[in-house]
T-cell receptor
Framework: DSGVTQTPKHLITATGQRVTLRCSPR?????VYWYQQSLDQGLQFLIQ???????AKGNILERFSAQQFPDLHSELNLSSLELGDSALYFC??????????????FGPGTRLTVL | AQKITQTQPGMFVQEKEAVTLDCTYD???????LFWYKQPSSGEMIFLIY??????QNATEGRYSLNFQKARKSANLVISASQLGDSAMYFC?????????????FGKGITLSVRP
């Protein structure tokens, strides 16, 4: 158990819908990262937050957005869902964002299926 | 841009034997870190080992060691005394110290199957 929690574990929805994925980082970790894992794209970085502020964006679609709240939990919002958005979405956390080592500890993931 | 390459097809190893999983990387950053993660069939990503680009010695963590060859830009994972529970997908990843972006760039992964 990494200490990072994600809910829900599984999510099945229809095209065009909107969903929210939730992540609670490890106690003491200020930085949260979101990754998407799909069969064709592999593991891709989406977005990073540090202590409530957005730090970096990766291959995140405009239909997707995220935020980190004062209690440091984070939510990833996916809207106008398409079949291709079906994937495993991971949240990861680390203590700092600017240290070279900064292992990222991953949550169990949310498996999103868009029908 | 950073790139991680893992090209081995599915790997098989006999229980209790050692296995090497290959990883090559490309970056123009002088300072970077290399990571290996394990993803069992249950799906979670488990951190295994870290190697810094300026570390003088190869990293070791229990049965895991990292064969780091900086000039060749390779960071191979060695698993000694394989166990059935080592059957999983293994990902090599890197992070460069840009100060503004600490994302991990992952390779496509290697599937390891341990035979009894």
């Amino acid at each position: 158990d990494s200490g990072v929690t994600q809910t829900p574990k599984h999510l099945i929805t229809a095209t065009g819908q909107r969903v929210t994925l939730r992540c609670s980082p490890r106690s003491g970790d200020l930085s949260v990262y979101w990754y998407q894992q799909s069969l064709d794209q592999g593991l891709q970085f989406l977005i990073q937050y540090y202590n409530g502020e957005e730090r970096a964006k990766g291959n995140i679609l405009e239909r997707f957005s995220a935020q980190q709240f004062p209690d440091l939990h984070s939510e990833l919002n996916l809207s106008s869902l398409e079949l291709g958005d079906s994937a495993l979405y991971f949240c990861a956390s680390s203590v700092v964002w600017d240290a070279l080592r900064g292992e990222q500890f991953f949550g169990p993931g949310t498996r999103l299926t868009v029908l | 841009a950073q790139k991680i390459t893992q090209t081995q097809p599915g790997m098989f190893v006999q229980e209790k034997e050692a296995v090497t999983l290959d990883c090559t990387y490309d970056t123009s950053d002088p300072s970077y870190g290399l990571f290996w993660y394990k993803q069992p069939s249950s799906g979670e990503m488990i951190f295994l080992i870290y190697q810094g680009s300026y570390d003088q010695q190869n990293a070791t963590e229990g049965r895991y060691s990292l064969n780091f060859q900086k000039a060749r830009k390779s960071a191979n994972l060695v698993i000694s005394a394989s166990q059935l529970g080592d059957s999983a997908m293994y990902f090599c990843a890197m992070r460069s110290y840009t100060g503004a972006n600490s994302k991990l760039t992952f390779g496509k992964g290697i599937t390891l199957s341990v035979r009894p």
